[in-house]
DNA sequence: TCAAAAGTGTTTATAATACACCCATGG
DNA sequence: CCATGGGTGTATTATAAACACTTTTGA
């Protein structure tokens, strides 16, 4: 036997699913209430095993398709859990992943299946395991990148009104942001595509609406580009 | 038995240790020469396999005190790697972690271990496995890092000159930087203490010598201090 | 007519950058 | 006496932050 490869060090490698979206008001998280052991009954993240055949990134993407049916959305990895107790039936470490999606274009995927439900951050229930801790840093991590480079298109319909998207950074990073000083921050990147087409069922006047430019996003994001907000 | 917990689903999970110094030029990167299969002879980081009772916290601290005997050094989770056939040998994932170190304070430990030699990142030779491709992400993660947060005191003798520091930040972000706007950066941080004492070594005239300010530095590090070099 | 959201610029403060010369001394 | 690194300050530019009023129209 080669040096360290002794079939006693082998553990179960567990993969975490952490999906933010965002419904206009409040930034949601998608949770299944497990219904089979351990903890059956309670609220957890989107969770399975990694198989012999496959890297963490393609088993994050089964296993969210298989939970949900959601599928097609960037999934980033975040962190690797290792408690030894984390799992109270075998050994077992988590590598978690999270991604963000736009909760009305997949609404359908998730109507489905029973299990899945959004909930707001403040509303998160007791997670198994040490779920809760792998959120908690899914949205620290979510807080500082979105401070770097402007994330938070994915969550958005195709086509959308700066208040939401103002609405959608206020969410993400749990503060109140200047209306104009957002909307020149956001011009002055000249990723978006301003419409003549009104959105007018927010307000009477009607708000415009912008599309995001999908070319001058990727030719910007190769230099990194900062966003403070 | 429990849904997933299938023992055909287990695998082998290793750490590796990318181990950052500074020698007042170059910033370095610790590699040990294999003496065993696979890849005997080869370069690679500092590996080894999880064990039951410990985190992956744990075992890249006993990793990299088995290989080099340095101890008590801050390792932080870089990422998990998982391409499927990374270890020729038997189906493994790499959880990788880094630190950064002060050189000269650890090298009695290290003259004792005769496998173990500092590269210059210009330097380095191929690795085994995906080691290389390691190194690149704790490379970026290192750059990144170092303009949020002031990191690389860690990599000076407790005593050191603004020359030196500033040759740190340069090797580190690999590339030259304004000395008088370098020193006024670092001392609005006020993190650091001047010293009524010169170094003569470097220069006819003396610089002054500083040490770094634990307490103050703790008390801002809570705050996410940005240092924008 | 009024409530609710849309739209719009300027001023001020702060932070980043660019830039060049004299000093001290060991060899 | 000169080569080498040490030490110092200001002006300019760019970015961030604070701030308030007018417009539109459906209910």
Redesign the pocket.
Known sequence: MLKGYNPENKVFLAVDCIIFGFDDEDLKVLLIQRDFEPEKGKWSLMGGFLKQSETLDEAAARILHDLTGVHDVYLEQLYTFSQVDRDPVERTISTSYYAIINIESHNEELIENYNAKWFSLSKVPDLIFDHNAMLDKAIKRLRRRTSINPIGFELLPEKF????LQKLYEAILDKAL????F???IN?LDILVKLNE???T???????LYMFDQEKYDEKKAHNF????
């Open positions: 009104t700066m208040r939401q200047d209306k104009r000083n909307i020149n921050k002055s009104k959105d007018m927010s307000s009477t006047k009607g708000s415009f900062y966003l403070k907000l």
